[in-house]
């Protein structure tokens, strides 16, 4: 089954990857712990070609990759940063128009279902805004 989602989905891939692409900031970082990091104001872009990520923040800029799967319920997202050991970091995804949710796993908790930080869980909440 997950092969067909991946292999047979691939309009709603590329919707969801036009969605995407642009400048998104940070308006909302929630870790485990309950901080309220200071992350927000950073920004996420995602490149035309659906596939990079560049992360800035106040004095460093970070670049990745990131997959797609608009078929997972909820849908999923895979962001692999490309200096932290091309360590992947499996997360969720919801996008309206200006709005963006990714809760993404730190640790080896797995890919998170819910958008939510948990007690005991090593997920974090980012909500992000198109920037203008």
């Known amino acids: 089954i997950t092969f067909a989602a991946q292999g047979g989905d ?10 995407l692409q642009g400048l998104w900031k940070i308006v909302s970082f929630e870790t485990p712990d309950g901080k309220k ?15 990079g990520l560049t992360f800035t923040n106040t004095n460093e800029t970070k670049k990745g990759s990131f997959k797609l799967n608009p078929a997972g ?7 692999t ?8 970091r499996e997360g ?10 990714i809760c993404l796993s730190t640790g080896n908790d797995g890919r998170p279902t819910e958008f939510a930080v948990k007690d ?8 992000l805004e198109r920037a203008k």
């Open 10 to 19: 691939e309009a709603a891939v590329k919707k969801d990857k036009a969605a």
């Open 37 to 51: 990091d200071d992350l927000v104001g950073a920004t996420l872009d995602f490149d035309k070609d659906g596939k």
């Open 73 to 79: 319920k909820p849908k999923e997202i895979d962001i």
């Open 81 to 88: 940063p490309s200096d932290d050991n091309n360590k992947t």
């Open 92 to 101: 969720i995804y919801a996008i309206d128009k200006t709005t963006l949710k």
């Open 120 to 127: 005991g869980k090593k997920h974090v909440l980012i909500t």
